[in-house]
């Protein structure tokens, strides 16, 4: 007979299973998710879908002997976070590896389905470090190492030889778009976004690259010098400095853009119905979780909002 989960010796590790906040997201999973698949489960208490699913999750978990973790978040008590990561119904289930999602599903699955899935994060793990039969596991890992880097074109041509043999590979076309992205070819990138399916648009593979394109297409042609100039002349209008963050963003200069934006919060945090608030949200998605300025500016902007 399996052990019931919370019941005497049967409790789970700490480390392996854990309720999270917007304070302790980033180390709960996305620093945790470099040594292991973590698996976030997005709940309320009075959601009944949550309450079914939660117990499976975590038994499965256990069952599977450290090679995965679980975070729960509840989103009642976190609704900033849950808004950032664009929660929109419970629950709703992300897996985290290496520092960015890489799977995911909404609404409660049967245990066999749950099984499934956290056998897929494990076998992931295992190609992504060297354990997986995958030959184009090494190109693909390689391609996302070297665009961190910030060597788009050498990344660009690893994703290009394994689009090549998989023309499908959803990596390869998610790491493409972002070469094509950070090489500022946003028609191209646009382009290669269109190649992908439309029900496959929502894998965890592309989280953040409708963002982005969204965002470079706003910024396209706007005059940096100009609108950095009518910024400092007119600092207390919020509209000409809210001008000034999308050229900064067009010119891909996002730190800084969420740093304007950051600012006019500060000033007023419902202008122009929460704009300011909203346009940071995309920038935090387009960077995605693990990005150091999309930590910073969380952080930041839910001192803001909440002092």
Do not use: H
Not at 102 to 120: M, N, T
Not at 187 to 204: C, G, H, I, M, Y
Not at 269 to 277: L, T, V, Y
């Amino acid at each position: 007979m399996e052990p019931i989960i919370g019941g005497g010796d049967a409790a789970p590790p700490a480390d392996l299973i854990k309720d999270a906040s917007v304070e302790t997201f980033e180390q709960d999973v996305i620093t945790a998710s470099m040594e292991a698949p973590v698996i976030v489960d997005f709940w309320a208490d009075w959601c009944g879908p949550c309450k079914q699913l939660g117990p499976l999750l975590e038994r499965a978990v256990v069952a599977a002997g450290g090679k995965v973790r679980l975070v729960k978040v509840d989103i009642d008590k976190n609704q900033m976070l849950a808004s950032q990561l664009r929660i929109q119904s419970i629950p709703t289930v992300y897996a985290f590896f290496q520092g960015r999602p890489i799977d995911g599903f909404q609404g409660a699955l049967p245990e066999s389905e749950i099984k499934k899935f956290i056998e897929r994060l494990v076998q992931a793990a295992d190609a992504a470090t060297g354990g997986g039969d995958n030959p184009l596991e090494d190109y693909l890992n390689a391609g996302e190492a070297a665009l961190k880097e910030g060597d788009a074109a050498a990344a660009a041509q690893l994703f290009a030889q394994v689009a090549q043999a998989d023309p499908q590979n959803l990596r390869a076309l998610a790491g493409l778009t972002r070469c094509q992205l950070s090489a500022g070819d946003v028609e191209q990138a646009r382009a290669t976004f269109d190649l992908v399916p439309e029900d496959k648009k929502t894998d965890p593979a592309f989280a953040g690259i409708e963002a982005a394109l969204s965002l470079a297409a706003e910024g396209a042609g706007a005059d940096l010098g100009a609108a950095r100039a009518a910024a400092e002349a007119r600092p207390d209008d919020l509209a000409v400095r809210f001008d000034y963050a999308a050229a900064l963003i067009g010119a891909g200069s996002l730190d800084a853009a969420i740093d304007e934006l950051l600012a006019i919060v500060e000033k007023d945090r419902d202008w122009d119905d929460g704009a300011a608030r909203k346009k940071l949200l995309t920038v935090f998605d387009a960077l995605g979780p693990a990005n150091p300025a999309t930590t910073r500016g969380r952080r930041r902007l839910s001192s803001l909002l909440f002092s």
